[in-house]
């Protein structure tokens, strides 16, 4: 069949133009990323050879080839590995299928300097697209394990490629690159020479479990041969004082695909009757998919080096799902299946172990490494609180670990440990409020009672904190209490013996508004009663104790699920002169018994208000407005 031109995708052309000009400083990388990719092909290629008694292919010397031209200036890497289909080629090589590109090449643009580029490019991976960085043609030649025809995929990066089929093409896949001029002062360098491509794979690849093989270096007139550039000792069999910072960051970077350090990484050995190896890596920075429904989870399995299969979601919880690494079991069968995993139990052993670990590893870190802990809860402490109704087994480390803005600092975030010792003396409570933003809850008329008294209060504001707190009931004996449900009793006992008297009075003053204002308002609410949390508001909506909060209520319902319409309490400032004369009004109406229209107007009116402070939704805008801006009118 003859060539067909395809037309990149829009994202990809412009990813590739940024690659042509050079947005990333150590252009070396491109060979770690060929080779990293044919890596990725020779282990799926020997998993599917032991799940495929069918499949016919070639898998007695698996490796990955180097070959260089000085003359024709090409560099070939080459593996005889799973290969591509004409199909995957088109759809892999030619598009860029993440929901993230355009974010993601935005930010790129607007990056001030090299150093934010490129962490940018390790958020994103862009591999294959690497070799447009040193190439001004790239040629990939491909055949899939068990197929017959191949596929040549041909572009000079320029906004189109050529795909066409093969009849003769070996199995697994080469790309063979067109190299661009060497450039020193660019720090493009002449990619054909064998020192330094020895230099390459020795820092970046050395630890691939598969043979990396180019031209032996041999005196003249000697037989040419091939050699093997790479060590293949896995880091994780090897003891820690062998094995360099460096090449530690070299695996993460296989491994995860992303172009930046790690921030920490922890090592694990378990030994007696049930023996395995750990590598595991905390992650610098969250990727861009981290929230997403298909973003793949879990570290690599191995068997006795044998890699097994990528994303083992039964080794690592999802709320653990930014950890990478390798695991590497002595005990499991080589041709164990995901579904066999999720019941064994030597794998739900390793699994709490590792849990345990990465967990302690954060608790270290807080201790030890203020500032990494600080960057891992930027990034990730959305995704660890996920643990706290996810992970009942290991709640409470998940709590020690955690972090929580405060009204007792405006910029630092605290732990609960350290609140319970700043607790005041007869403090019973760890005081919380969930919300949108700091501003709106600092804001908040049910913050106004702590603030008069300085009651420190922890200002949740992700939305998976409105999940955590109705299954998390105390911490180190303290119960967790929301600041907008419930009752709230803020005063000591020798307050209580002086404002009782009061307290009573008022109740009794009150009492004919309260039943007639819950009667009117029977519709929306549940009750409506005096107030103990306001000091300057004339009234706020409370949720009761048990119930779901109005945030809560709205995520169920973004994710289809059906949630009864819950009535709120409202709560009234006795102090408050639109109160205080909300209830004179009632006392005259009452006894001249004339219609309540407006009375009943007003009441609706305080309601709306309450509720929009409250950060809810009015259920007839356009009503409100209309009373508002009539009883506006009559004050001028």
């Not at 093989?213 to 293949?232: D, H, K, L």
């Not at 905390?282 to 998919?289: G, N, T, V, W």
């Not at 793949?296 to 006795?304: D, H």
């Not at 609180?385 to 972090?403: P, T």
């Amino acid at each position: 069949m003859p060539a067909e031109t395809f037309e990149f995708q829009v994202e990809a052309r412009q990813l590739l133009q940024m690659m042509i000009h050079s947005i990333y400083s150590n252009k070396d990388v491109f060979l770690r990323e060929l080779i990293s990719n044919s890596s990725d092909a020779l282990d799926k290629l020997r998993l599917e050879t032991l799940r495929d008694d069918t499949l016919q292919a070639d898998s007695s010397d698996l490796h990955i080839a180097i070959e260089a031209d000085q003359e024709k200036r090409t560099l070939t890497v080459r593996d005889n590995g799973i290969g591509m289909s004409h199909d995957e080629v088109v759809q892999l090589i030619g598009t860029i299928a993440n929901s993230g590109t355009a974010k993601f090449l935005q930010e790129l643009k607007e990056a001030k300097d090299a150093t934010a580029s490129e962490e940018l490019i390790g958020q994103f991976g862009v591999g294959f697209y690497s070799s447009f960085m040193v190439a001004d043609e790239v040629t990939l030649l491909t055949r899939r394990a068990g197929e017959d025809t191949g596929t040549r995929w041909q572009s000079s990066g320029e906004g189109t490629y050529t795909v066409e089929s093969v009849d003769d093409a070996p199995q697994g896949t080469s790309v063979t690159l067109r190299l661009k001029p060497e450039d020193t002062e660019d720090k493009l360098f002449d990619y054909t020479s064998p020192w330094k491509i020895r230099e390459i794979v020795k820092r970046y690849s050395d630890f691939i479990t598969w043979p990396i093989r180019m031209a032996a270096e041999g005196e003249e007139g000697a037989e040419p041969g091939t050699e093997t550039v790479n060590s293949m000792k896995a880091l994780w069999a090897r003891s820690k004082d062998s094995v360099t910072d460096e090449e530690y960051s070299e695996l993460y970077k296989h491994i995860s695909h992303d172009w930046t350090e790690p921030l920490e990484t922890i090592r694990m050995q378990a030994e007696g009757t049930f023996e395995y190896q750990a590598l595991l890596f905390l992650p610098s920075h969250a990727p861009q998919d981290l929230f997403m429904q298909d973003h793949k989870r879990g570290v690599q399995l191995y068997v006795k080096r044998v890699f097994i299969m990528d994303d083992c979601e039964a080794l690592m919880p999802t709320y653990l799902r930014f950890v990478k690494g390798v695991v590497d079991a002595q005990d499991l069968s080589l041709n164990v299946s995901r579904e066999i995993l999720q019941q064994d139990r030597q794998i739900e052993m390793m699994r709490r172990r590792l849990v345990k670990k990465v967990l302690s590893t954060v608790k270290d870190l807080r201790s030890g490494a203020p500032e990494k802990y600080a960057t891992f809860w930027k990034e990730f402490g959305r995704v660890l609180k996920e643990g706290l109704f996810q992970d009942f087994e290991n709640r409470d480390a998940i709590l020690e670990i955690s972090s929580f803005a405060s009204t007792q600092d405006e910029e630092g975030l605290t732990t609960l440990r350290s609140y319970v010792e700043r607790m005041k003396e007869g403090q019973e409570q760890i005081y919380y409020m969930t919300g949108e933003s700091r501003a709106a809850m600092e804001s908040s008329p049910h913050m106004e009672a702590f603030r008069a008294k300085g009651f420190e209060v922890l200002l949740l504001t992700d939305p998976v904190d409105e999940v955590w707190v109705q299954s998390v009931p105390e911490f180190d004996g303290k119960p967790l209490q929301s600041i907008a449900k419930g009752e709230v009793d803020l005063d000591t006992d020798e307050e209580k013996k002086e404002v009782e008297a009061e307290r009573e009075k008022q109740q009794e003053e009150y009492a004919g508004l309260l039943t007639w204002m819950t009667e009117q308002l029977g519709d929306t609410v549940k009750e409506v009663r005096l107030s103990s949390r306001l000091t300057v508001s004339p009234a706020c909506i409370v949720s009761d104790t048990h119930d779901v909060t109005p945030a809560l209520e709205n995520m169920y319902r973004a994710m289809g699920q059906e949630v009864p319409q819950i009535k709120r309490i409202l709560e009234l400032n006795p102090s408050h002169g639109l109160i205080s004369g909300l209830n004179k009004a009632y006392a005259q109406q009452s006894a001249e018994a004339s219609g309540g229209t407006e009375l009943a107007e007003t009441a609706e009116l305080v309601h709306g208000l309450a509720l929009l402070s409250d950060g809810g939704e009015l259920s007839d805008p356009s009503r409100f407005s209309k009373l508002m801006a009539d009883r506006l009118e009559r004050t001028l």
